[in-house]
């Protein structure tokens, strides 16, 4: 019989179905790194989000068969010391594709066509007292006909410009920041010349070393005014301080996050104040469509019954 535990079921808004083999699943809500030896130092097979697992954990969990992740990021995961220790790791890849582009294409859509500004005037009373039967302050732009600039030409890079292409939107992939213009490869275009050429900025690449803060203030300097940044990615890809600074001093036009660097976030991060313009926040949320969601779970049980059907004489 196999040992489960979940231990961050929270983070799933959908409930698993039953597996089909003999086990004992554990299920905990949240589980702190305080917590994650006592309820793990059991388990054959863990099930998690968001938990991290260094080496020093993972070497004191000699039972641990197996990491299942309700995710397709890793980084949570030392998967060297995995390697070493020989726990399988799993993780689900392709689940949200469509559902992280449609929120992103969605916030482009808000703040392109000013539906915040627009709701908001209406609030105020500005639509109602106007002498006429629209009324309109400051520019509203169409999405087709626009430049996108993808970072990132994995899966979610591709169903993005796939999206993009659709409606109108000319795509422009980001060869990596420190490529010299000429090494870019077929197929990509050079950084820089993405920054200034795009209407949209829109992230869809990993957390890596090299990516840490990839969005600075010289970053934004050099996208056009008009510009928006999208970042549905991972919160730390970008310098909060920095996109801050450019929002206040009207280097791009707007932004839109689904992602913060730390998160939940605290109350001291800049991008929560409440007088930046154009700028649309959401709780990462971007993944989790209904659809996604049934594909996470049947994807995540598939694989724990297949490393249990490999692993059974």
């Known amino acids: 019989m196999y040992n489960i535990v979940f231990l961050d ?8 179905p039953k597996f089909h083999f003999p086990h004992q699943l554990t299920t905990y809500r949240l ?9 793990c130092k059991d388990a054959d097979i863990i099930i998690t989000n968001k938990v991290v697992f260094n080496r020093d954990l993972l070497s004191h ?3 641990l068969k ?4 309700t995710a397709t990021g890793m980084n949570n995961i030392d998967l060297k010391a995995s390697e070493d220790l020989g726990i399988l790791v799993k993780n689900v890849a392709g689940y949200s594709n469509r559902s992280v582009t449609e929120h992103a294409l969605g916030m482009i859509f808000c703040l392109r066509r000013r539906f915040l500004d627009f709701h908001q005037d209406i609030q105020a009373g500005k639509w109602q007292n106007h002498p006429q039967f629209c009324f309109f302050e400051g520019d509203m732009l169409d999405v087709a006909q626009s430049t996108i600039g993808i970072v990132g030409k994995g899966n979610l890079g591709q169903t993005m410009a796939s999206l993009a292409t659709n409606i109108g939107m000319k795509v422009l992939f980001a060869e990596h920041k420190n490529v010299p213009m000429d090494q870019c490869r077929e197929g990509y275009t050079p950084f820089s010349t993405v920054l ?24 934004f300097k050099k996208m056009k005014k008009s510009a928006l940044f999208i970042n549905t990615g991972r919160g730390p ?10 929002l206040k001093s009207g280097l791009i036009a ?3 996050l689904d992602v913060l660097s730390t998160e939940p976030p605290e109350r001291s991060n800049p991008l929560l104040d409440p007088s930046l313009p154009n700028l649309l926040l959401t709780p990462h949320v971007a993944w989790g469509s209904e659809s996604s969601l049934t594909t996470l779970v049947e994807k995540v049980v598939a694989n724990i019954e297949n490393f249990v059907a490999k692993n059974t004489d």
């Open 237 to 246: 890809l970008v310098d909060e301080n920095a996109l801050a600074i450019a």
């Open 254 to 256: 707007g932004a839109g």
């Open 31 to 39: 589980t702190s790194a305080q917590q994650a030896y006592e309820r």
């Open 66 to 69: 197996l990491i299942a992740l």
């Open 196 to 219: 200034a050429q795009s209407d949209i900025i829109s992230l869809h690449c990993p957390l890596t070393s090299e990516t840490q803060k990839l969005m600075g203030l010289d970053e």
């Open 9 to 16: 079921s929270a983070t799933m808004p959908k409930p698993f």
């Open 61 to 63: 969990l000699p039972k």
